[in-house]
């Protein structure tokens, strides 16, 4: 693996190489993104794929990559630009893309913006969630979430988030008459250590959940875009999101082994089926055409 640093005027963009550019393979090269989680979250998956030339990287402010504009925000359109300096960097272009969680929101403002840089993108679960029937009451309990962080801390903030996350089904007022996670419960600190800038707990995020695709330009197009949903996450915030996003670009959900980190291993908590998931995406990759891998619930 070849580690380098791409310097921009905004952000000095890290990003590792596995496998030779040009590719040897007759194959584009497989970039994979995520946000806020950065390159090491693609570990697991890129080793599954040693006949492939990858690259991973780490968005701007997140991991090894150092912001320089000033701003503390994550947005899908700024995202998307540093992607497609990247893939103009390395002569890479057009790519094909596994793009996960918020990276596969800038995936789909990359292929808006840049419509020739990418041949193939395979969006697993879109946090998109105002595009879901409850979209209101989602914002409301994103927001529930920031506040616990602000108030009480990391281990606070994340109880919330994963009680968010693992909700079933749209959020009721049962849901909010619950009484606030308790992070012990998930085997987290109670204590405060007084930080509130995580991209995930606070609102410098809400960018990408907030974000609403192009449709006229993603349907313009040439890549072959595909919405990709996780058998687990049939109830849950992501999967809904997934499908909703599938809906909106008139296609339905592909579905892929796991749940929303389901390409990775055990190093992040609860693991995934990365050999399962690596074969799954290997499968949809090699398929011409549109995917219809059939939608969770319906």
Same mark, same amino acid.
């Given at each position: 693996?070849?580690?380098?640093?791409?310097?921009?005027?905004?952000?000095?963009?890290?990003?590792?190489?596995?496998?030779?550019?040009?590719?040897?393979?007759?194959?584009?090269?497989?970039?994979?993104?995520?946000?806020?989680?950065?390159?090491?979250?693609?570990?697991?998956?890129?080793?599954?794929?040693?006949?492939?030339?990858?690259?991973?990287?780490?968005?701007?402010?997140?991991?090894?990559?150092?912001?320089?504009?000033?701003?503390?925000?994550?947005?899908?359109?700024?995202?998307?630009?540093?992607?497609?300096?990247?893939?103009?960097?390395?002569?890479?272009?057009?790519?094909?893309?596994?793009?996960?969680?918020?990276?596969?929101?800038?995936?789909?403002?990359?292929?808006?913006?840049?419509?020739?840089?990418?041949?193939?993108?395979?969006?697993?679960?879109?946090?998109?969630?105002?595009?879901?029937?409850?979209?209101? +009451?989602?914002? /409301?309990?994103?927001?529930? $979430?920031? %506040?616990?962080? @602000?108030?009480?801390?990391? =281990?606070?903030?994340?109880? *919330?988030?994963?009680?968010?996350?693992?909700?079933?089904?749209?959020?009721?007022?049962?849901?909010?008459?619950?009484?606030?996670?308790?992070?012990?419960?998930?085997?987290?600190?109670?204590?405060?250590?007084?930080?509130?800038?995580?991209?995930?707990?606070?609102?410098?995020?809400?960018?990408?959940?907030?974000?609403?695709?192009?449709?006229?330009?993603?349907?313009? +197009?040439?890549? /072959?875009?595909?919405?990709? $949903?996780? %058998?687990?996450? @049939?109830?849950?915030?992501? =999967?809904?999101?997934?499908? *909703?996003?599938?809906?909106?670009?008139?296609?339905?959900?592909?579905?892929?082994?796991?749940?929303?980190?389901?390409?990775?291993?055990?190093?992040?908590?609860?693991?995934?089926?990365?050999?399962?998931?690596?074969?799954?995406?290997?499968?949809?990759?090699?398929?011409?055409?549109?995917?219809?891998?059939?939608?969770?619930?319906?």
């Amino acid at each position: 693996m070849k580690t380098c640093t791409l310097e921009t005027a905004a952000a000095d963009l890290v990003h590792d190489i596995r496998g030779p550019l040009p590719t040897t393979d007759g194959r584009p090269p497989l970039f994979m993104i995520g946000q806020p989680m950065d390159a090491s979250g693609f570990a697991a998956l890129a080793a599954r794929f040693p006949e492939r030339t990858v690259v991973t990287y780490d968005p701007r402010g997140l991991g090894r990559s150092i912001r320089k504009d000033g701003r503390v925000d994550h947005t899908p359109q700024t995202q998307a630009d540093d992607v497609h300096a990247l893939i103009e960097a390395l002569g890479a272009g057009p790519v094909e893309m596994f793009a996960s969680s918020g990276g596969a929101v800038t995936a789909l403002a990359l292929v808006a913006k840049y419509p020739e840089d990418v041949t193939t993108l395979v969006a697993h679960e879109p946090p998109l969630i105002t595009l879901t029937p409850d979209g209101p +009451a989602a914002v /409301r309990a994103r927001a529930d $979430v920031r %506040e616990a962080y @602000e108030q009480r801390g990391w =281990g606070a903030g994340m109880a *919330a988030f994963v009680a968010m996350t693992s909700w079933e089904g749209e959020f009721t007022d049962a849901y909010f008459a619950r009484p606030p996670a308790d992070p012990a419960a998930f085997g987290m600190p109670a204590e405060d250590d007084g930080s509130r800038d995580d991209p995930l707990l606070s609102d410098r995020s809400w960018a990408v959940s907030d974000y609403r695709p192009d449709v006229e330009a993603l349907a313009a +197009a040439p890549t /072959r875009v595909v919405i990709a $949903v996780g %058998e687990e996450s @049939e109830r849950v915030q992501t =999967g809904r999101t997934s499908v *909703a996003t599938a809906e909106l670009l008139g296609q339905r959900a592909t579905v892929f082994p796991s749940h929303h980190g389901g390409f990775c291993d055990g190093e992040f908590g609860y693991p995934g089926k990365p050999d399962e998931f690596a074969r799954r995406l290997r499968e949809v990759l090699d398929t011409a055409g549109p995917q219809d891998g059939g939608c969770p619930g319906r």
